[in-house]
């Protein structure tokens, strides 16, 4: 059965687009004219594009290409300004992760945070790429938005050098104690925990204003993006996250929390100290924690219906109900 290259539902019986369901796609698109099979390969496509990549914005090592929707046409054509996309294809050597990226934001989708919108797109070889629409481009103009690494002057080499204690601190004093702020934060935490994110650096954690606001606070952080279970690619990372958990677990002389050195993982008791850490009452964190719990059900079978190969399901379910018993019925030791 096709599913949907954007949703990963089951594709209508009346659907008219052949990869895409048609309300999918005009959320996406803006239309549900445009076809996610690209008329091209990967190579003429970057080939095509490679005069527009010396001036792209965009940062990391992934081979990547911005790309805009021609209104004629109704294609997407490399684009040097005003882009509307970023084309991620799977880095080479690194199997099925276009599609692991796509079903990492859809995840986040149904544990019910803010994430950018995307979806798959095919070449003409049949391979896949991640595509994902630009959130700071509005009709109005861009939107201001500034990642924790700018607002604290650290240079993006030292995007690791933190924790996430010290992120939320940083998120609180940006955007004037917002709790709603400090839950969304703690959220997207204990979700990259869950799928085996293990790259949610302070380049990833962003925030930003929304149109009108002229304080020096910002508003909120922005939708979730850059989110991808990385557990199956080599990353150097052992301690589950991208960065200690707790300002605690940074300090040599201290170590890890007393659960962690018992468990030799973090469980829900590490997770509810972050929440008293930063300023979240309990109460809201205990939601959070037993919401996830909630969304376990469509997740994994969110997870077979992605395009994965069937042993990375596997071994992505198993590690989803792992990480899930630590951080949502471990509560003491």
Request: include cysteine; hydrophobic fraction near 40%; aromatic fraction near 8%.
């Amino acid at each position: 059965m096709m599913h949907c290259y954007i949703t990963l539902d089951a594709l209508p019986g009346r659907n008219k687009n052949a990869l895409m369901k048609d309300s999918a796609a005009l959320k996406l698109y803006g239309t549900h004219r445009v076809s996610a099979q690209l008329e091209v390969t990967r190579q003429e496509m970057f080939a095509e594009g490679i005069r527009y990549t010396q001036g792209m914005s965009i940062s990391g090592v992934q081979q990547k290409l911005s790309l805009r929707l021609d209104p004629d046409s109704l294609k997407l054509v490399p684009t040097d300004k005003d882009g509307e996309y970023i084309l991620k294809p799977c880095p080479d050597g690194l199997r099925d992760c276009a599609e692991m990226e796509h079903l990492s934001m859809e995840i986040s989708r149904v544990a019910r945070i803010d994430t950018a919108l995307c979806g798959l797109v095919e070449f003409s070889d049949g391979e896949r790429a991640y595509i994902t629409r630009r959130f700071d481009r509005t009709s109005d103009g861009k939107l201001h938005q500034e990642d924790l690494c700018s607002i604290i002057g650290h240079p993006k080499e030292g995007k690791y050098d933190s924790t996430y204690e010290t992120a939320g601190r940083l998120l609180s004093e940006a955007t004037g104690g917002k709790v709603a702020v400090l839950g969304d934060f703690f959220k997207r935490v204990l979700l990259a925990y869950l799928i085996g994110n293990d790259d949610m650096h302070l380049k990833n954690i962003s925030v930003m204003r929304v149109p009108g606001n002229t304080a020096l606070a910002y508003d909120r952080l922005t939708p979730h993006y850059d989110n991808l279970c990385t557990e199956f690619y080599p990353t150097g990372i052992t301690n589950y996250l991208a960065m200690p958990l707790l300002d605690a677990d940074d300090d040599t002389a201290q170590g890890f929390s007393e659960a962690y050195q018992y468990f030799g993982y973090y469980i829900r008791a590490d997770f509810l100290m972050l929440a008293r850490n930063i300023g979240l009452p309990e109460k809201v964190a205990d939601k959070v924690i037993s919401d996830l719990g909630s969304a376990l059900v469509k997740i994994k079978p969110l997870i077979r219906r992605s395009y994965l190969s069937d042993d990375l399901k596997d071994q992505f379910v198993a590690l989803v109900d792992s990480r899930y018993w630590a951080i949502c019925a471990v509560k003491n030791i």
